[in-house]
């Protein structure tokens, strides 16, 4: 057990709809990343958050925003789903805002499924 | 640009065998970190090893063992003895600063 929470573990939701993702990252660590895991693309990172401020963006699509809260639990919103945004969403943390020389602790996924 | 490269797709080998996972890399930093995590079919990601670009030796942890080479730019896995537990998606990952870059992946089929 990583100590990274994310639910939920599964979604099934239709074109068009809204989600939110929720992770909690492990006691003490300030960084929040979220990562996109799909057949085509592979492991893509998306967004990271330190202490509650976005620090760095990847492939992040409009349709696609994040953010993270006092308690330093983040969520990730998808709007506007389409079919090419099933994929597995990772959240991970680590201590630090650089991965020097930290490391990332992954959570178990959200299973995104858009039908 | 930073690129992890995990040329092999899939591999296949019969329990008790060795193998070697390949990981080769792309970065202009000079002080970067190179990491391997697994994945289970249960779907988490397992983080395996960390190495920074300092420190070329090589390390053993069990039947796992890692092999750094800067002057080719690689970092590969072997395992040794391989177990059907070991049937799993390993990837490769380059970070300097703030993003991990993950390789595509090498999906291990290990049968008994």
């Known amino acids: 057990d990583s100590g990274v929470t994310q639910t939920p573990k599964h979604l099934i939701t239709a074109t068009g709809q809204r989600v939110t993702l929720r992770c909690s990252p492990r006691?003490?660590?300030?960084?929040v990343y979220w990562y996109q895991q799909s057949l085509d693309q592979g492991l893509q990172f998306l967004i990271q958050?330190?202490?509650?401020?976005?620090?760095a963006k990847g492939n992040i699509l409009e349709r696609f925003s994040a953010q993270q809260f006092p308690d330093l639990h983040s969520e990730l919103n998808l709007s506007s789903l389409e079919l090419g945004d099933s994929a597995l969403y990772f959240c991970?943390?680590?201590?630090?805002?650089?991965?020097?020389?930290?490391?990332?602790?992954f959570g178990s996924g959200t299973q995104l499924s858009v039908l | 640009a930073q690129k992890v490269t995990q040329a092999q797709t899939e591999i296949s080998v019969v329990e008790k065998e060795d193998v070697t996972l390949d990981c080769v890399y792309e970065?202009?930093?000079?002080?970067?970190?190179l990491f391997w995590y697994k994945q289970p079919p249960s779907g988490e990601l397992v983080f395996l090893i960390r190495?920074?670009?300092?420190?070329?030796q090589n390390e053993i942890s069990g039947r796992y063992s890692w092999n750094f080479q800067k002057s080719t730019s690689s970092f590969n896995f072997t395992i040794t003895a391989s177990q059907v537990v070991d049937s799993a998606v390993y990837f490769c990952?380059?970070?300097?600063?703030?993003?991990?870059?993950f390789g595509t992946g090498t999906r291990l089929q290990v049968f008994p």
């Open positions: 991970a943390s680590s201590v630090t805002g650089t991965l020097i020389p930290g490391e990332l602790f």
């Open positions: 006691s003490g660590d300030l960084s």
């Open positions: 958050y330190y202490n509650g401020e976005e620090r």
């Open positions: 970065t202009r930093d000079t002080t970067y970190y």
């Open positions: 190495r920074n670009s300092f420190d070329e």
């Open positions: 990952a380059l970070t300097s600063t703030d993003k991990l870059i």
